[in-house]
T-cell receptor
Framework: KAGVTQTPRYLIKTRGQQVTLSCSPI?????VSWYQQTPGQGLQFLFE???????NKGNFPGRFSGRQFSNSRSEMNVSTLELGDSALYLC????????????FGPGTRLTVL | TQLLEQSPQFLSIQEGENLTVYCNSS?????LQWYRQEPGEGPVLLVT?????EVKKLKRLTFQFGDARKDSSLHITAAQTGDTGLYLC??????????FGAGTILRVKS
């Protein structure tokens, strides 16, 4: 069974731009969660989607948004990028709930200049 | 807010040495997960412990869940360079929320 895939793997943007990241979960998994990982803050939960609905949300500003499609694939968008948004963005899928075993993708490394 | 504190934050040891990583909280968790993340990759689940006092072994790795389900430890025997990575603990609260610790960076030198 194929693992979680994320595209692109690397991105370089400038301040003020917006970016869209994509995540394809493991087949049959309906829950997709997004995390931001930085050396200083560790792994921070962004949001979770289940059956195309946002089920949980972390403490991030409204510039961070996401959506999930009927095939469970998910995208997250960050608008008006700031230098502090530079991070590794990880997607994880699980069968039903975020507290179930999560399978992480390799992440997208975003650098904001 | 439930917090999981991991210690130490960074550990650099020689191959063959033993080490223990700790994950502590003042809150009770219904289960606790341990992940390892290698550079350039996402975290990979190593084990889930669910019963207070539970001990699980995965080859040279021994995981223990505290009796009160507020803390956990990961012990590695005879560390190898392949054990290098970031070790994360994550607790599932009684309210079914998932909380991650900040992680322990382990470097095993040959």
């Amino acid at each position: 069974k194929a693992g979680v895939t994320q595209t692109p793997r690397y991105l370089i943007k400038t301040r003020g731009q917006q970016v869209t990241l994509s995540c394809s979960p493991i087949s049959g998994h309906r829950s997709v969660s997004w995390y931001q990982q930085t050396p200083g803050q560790g792994l921070q939960f962004l949001f979770e989607y289940f059956s195309e609905t946002q089920r949980n949300k972390g403490n991030f500003p409204g510039r961070f948004s996401g959506r999930q499609f009927s095939n469970s694939r998910s995208e997250m968008n960050v608008s008006t990028l700031e230098l502090g948004d530079s991070a590794l963005y990880l997607c994880a899928s699980s069968i039903g709930q975020r507290t179930d075993t999560q399978y992480f993708g390799p992440g997208t490394r975003l650098t904001v200049l | 807010t439930q917090l999981l504190e991991q210690s130490p934050q960074f550990l650099s040891i020689q191959e063959g040495e033993n080490l223990t990583v700790y994950c502590n909280s003042s809150s009770v968790f219904s289960s606790l997960q341990w992940y390892r993340q290698e550079p350039g990759e996402g975290p990979v689940l190593l084990v889930t412990v669910v019963t207070g006092g539970e001990v699980k072994k995965l080859k040279r790795l021994t995981f223990q869940f505290g009796d009160a389900r507020k803390d956990s430890s990961l012990h590695i025997t005879a560390a190898q360079t392949g054990d290098t990575g970031l070790y994360l603990c994550a607790g599932v609260s009684l309210g079914n929320k998932l909380v991650f610790g900040a992680g322990t960076i382990l470097r095993v030198k040959s």
